[in-house]
């Protein structure tokens, strides 16, 4: 099971349906428990995983699905803060960081029950090699 092509129709249903499926985590699948922290090396860890995934084939790392033991998605564990403050930080934070930018990034917050769940869709990229920006 993928997430909807369009990323915006993305809802809770199809995030659940990942965790009732136990969807396993892939080269395009990626599950996060939590949005990527303030500190330096988080901020750096957050732009290679996505710029990694960019250089390669491509996918979607959801912010907000804690995978089990086996690498599944496991609970979906939301954000409670302000979504929309959250969804600005990381994409502040991915277009200071990565080098040449990602074309066709895209972000989403999709409301759940708790506070909402963070999709980054990232494309195969053409105008890489693309690299984290260090200080």
Same mark, same amino acid.
């Given at each position: 099971?993928?997430?909807?092509?369009?990323? &915006?129709?993305?809802? +809770?249903? !199809?995030?659940?349906?990942?965790?009732?499926?136990?969807? &396993?985590? /892939?080269?395009?699948?990626?599950?996060?428990? &939590? %949005?990527?922290?303030? !500190? $330096?090396?988080?901020?750096?860890?957050?732009? #290679?995983?996505?710029?990694?995934?960019?250089? @390669? /084939?491509? =996918?979607?790392?959801?912010?907000?699905?804690? +995978? !089990?033991?086996?690498?599944?998605? /496991?609970?979906?564990?939301?954000?409670? =803060?302000?979504?929309? #403050?959250?969804?600005?930080?990381?994409?502040?934070?991915?277009? *200071? *960081?990565?080098?040449?930018?990602?074309?066709?990034?895209?972000?989403? @917050?999709?409301?759940?029950?708790? /506070? *909402?769940?963070?999709?980054?869709?990232?494309? &195969? *990229?053409?105008?890489?090699?693309?690299?984290?920006? %260090? $200080?």
């Amino acid at each position: 099971m993928s997430l909807p092509t369009n990323l &915006q129709a993305v809802v +809770e249903a !199809d995030l659940l349906r990942l965790v009732a499926d136990r969807e &396993q985590e /892939g080269p395009h699948l990626e599950f996060k428990r &939590q %949005t990527p922290g303030a !500190d $330096n090396g988080a901020r750096h860890e957050f732009a #290679a995983d996505v710029s990694a995934m960019g250089n @390669s /084939g491509g =996918g979607d790392l959801i912010y907000g699905i804690d +995978e !089990d033991a086996d690498g599944c998605a /496991g609970t979906v564990v939301p954000f409670a =803060g302000n979504a929309d #403050a959250e969804l600005r930080r990381m994409l502040d934070v991915l277009a *200071s *960081s990565i080098e040449p930018r990602l074309p066709g990034l895209q972000l989403h @917050s999709v409301p759940v029950a708790g /506070g *909402s769940v963070f999709v980054v869709r990232v494309p &195969q *990229s053409w105008a890489g090699p693309h690299r984290v920006k %260090t $200080n």
